[in-house]
């Protein structure tokens, strides 16, 4: 019988898809307010590798990542997606979305995003809320899977993760010696 750990703590991230800069401003705030610090932002990017959100949000959107610098235990992480929900129908106009939120959680093997989309490869896990491993940890940088995200899976994106799961190891490097 396997003895029952509880895992190291994980590190929290987002991304955003949106139009308006000064709500991605307002809304990285909220996250801030919940979350703690931000230890890592993305450059500015262009949301251009599918046209998913058209419809709802428009054309000429931006993608940012976000990670934050409180590392905090997985148990209850449904209920980040649960609080991006409630952020993404208080800034929506007309019933239609004007930015998205895609939370999830780095761990040293793996970046998990949340979703309320059910799907083969997806695990429920409460409240209506999936888990989805996006990127695996092999050869010294993540890996993608054929249901990654196109935007997740480049170079940057892959690098800008790699960067932040290397801080998240000090991190929890550091706290294991104090």
């Known amino acids: 019988m ?17 139009k308006d800069i000064e709500l991605f401003g307002r809304t990285k705030a909220s996250l801030i307010r919940r979350l703690g610090p931000v230890d ?8 251009d590798r599918t046209d998913y959100y058209r419809d709802e949000m ?12 409180r590392l905090r235990r ?12 409630s952020l993404e129908r208080r800034s929506s106009a007309s019933g239609k979305r004007i930015i ?31 888990a989805e491993v996006t990127l695996s940890y092999k050869d010294k940088s993540y890996r993608s899977y054929e249901w ?19 801080s998240y190891l000090e991190t929890i490097k550091r706290n294991r010696n104090d």
């Open 100 to 130: 998205n939120i895609d939370p999830g959680y780095i761990t040293p093997a793996k970046l998990i995003l949340l979703t309320t989309k059910d799907f083969a490869h997806r695990i429920y896990i409460k409240d209506g809320i999936y």
């Open 148 to 166: 990654t995200y196109p935007d997740y899976n480049n170079e940057y994106t892959i690098d800008f993760f790699n960067q932040a799961r290397s």
């Open 58 to 69: 428009g054309k000429d959107l931006k993608r940012k990542f976000l990670t934050f610098r």
């Open 40 to 47: 890592f932002e993305s450059d500015l990017l262009n949301f």
């Open 74 to 85: 997985a148990d209850g992480i449904h209920r980040l997606k649960l609080l991006s929900n």
């Open 2 to 18: 396997g003895e029952i750990k509880h895992s190291d703590k994980i590190k929290i991230v987002t991304g955003m898809i949106f």
